[in-house]
Structures are given as structure tokens and as C-alpha cells.
């Protein structure tokens, strides 16, 4: 098992910042993948940002050069760090941890969510 713990959101005002981080514990060997959802009131999950172990970034299209996903390997943590933020970027955030066992076993694991909220 892997347990994920999230930290960093709040409130925030429309252009400011904030990071949020995720640190994994337990059974956290051949981590392929770290990321960051997000789940606003009425809409579907949706990516906003991940890494992959060896350190390739996917970001969605909404939040390119707004948002930053970043690694430590060494920390079993990732972050991302938002800055311009938008009161549409308000959502429960989400970490995810993406684990392949014997090359094709895949386990997903999902923390407990963060809330990011932007306003004025």
C-alpha cells in the first residue's frame, strides 16, 4: 500500500500563488508516475499536471505557464506550484501516484484531495 499526503491549499486572491505538496510513505518503489488532479463542484476530474520518474512533465492546456509540476525523487514529493491564479482554478486538488509491479501491474493511488479556493 501507499499512502499520499497532501498539503498547501487555501485561499488565495485572483492572481496570487500558492504550492501544494505531496509526499508518498509506504510501498513506494517502481513509482512511474506523480500527479496532480483537479475536481471542481459539478464537473468531471481532470489533469492538471504530472511527472513521470525519469522527469517528463505533461500539463494541461488551462493552466500551461501558470502552473509549474516538479520532483524530488529523493523525497518521494511532488509539487506544484501555481501562480496567476484564476477563480476558475478553484477545485478540490488531487495527488496521484501511478505504480507498475513486475512490469504490468498497475496500481493507482489517489490522496485525500487539498481545496484550492480563488477569490476576492
Known amino acids: 500500500q501507499v499512502q499520499l499526503v497532501e498539503s498547501g491549499g487555501g485561499l488565495v486572491q485572483p492572481g496570487g500563488s500558492l504550492r501544494l505538496s505531496c509526499t508518498a510513505s509506504g510501498n513506494i518503489f517502481n513509482i512511474a508516475e506523480m500527479g496532480w488532479y483537479r475536481q471542481a463542484p459539478g464537473e468531471q476530474r481532470e489533469l492538471v499536471a504530472s511527472?513521470?520518474?525519469?522527469?517528463?512533465?505533461n500539463v494541461a492546456d488551462s493552466v500551461k505557464g501558470r502552473f509549474t509540476i516538479s520532483g524530488d525523487n529523493a523525497k518521494n514529493t511532488v509539487y506544484l506550484q501555481m501562480n496567476s491564479l484564476k477563480p476558475e482554478d478553484t477545485a478540490v486538488y488531487y495527488c496521484?501516484?501511478?505504480?507498475?509491479?513486475?512490469?504490468?501491474?498497475?496500481?493507482?493511488?489517489w490522496g485525500q484531495g487539498t481545496q484550492v479556493t480563488v477569490s476576492s
Open positions: 496521484k501516484l501511478r505504480q507498475i509491479i513486475g512490469g504490468s501491474t498497475v496500481y493507482h493511488y
Open positions: 511527472v513521470t520518474f525519469g522527469g517528463t512533465t
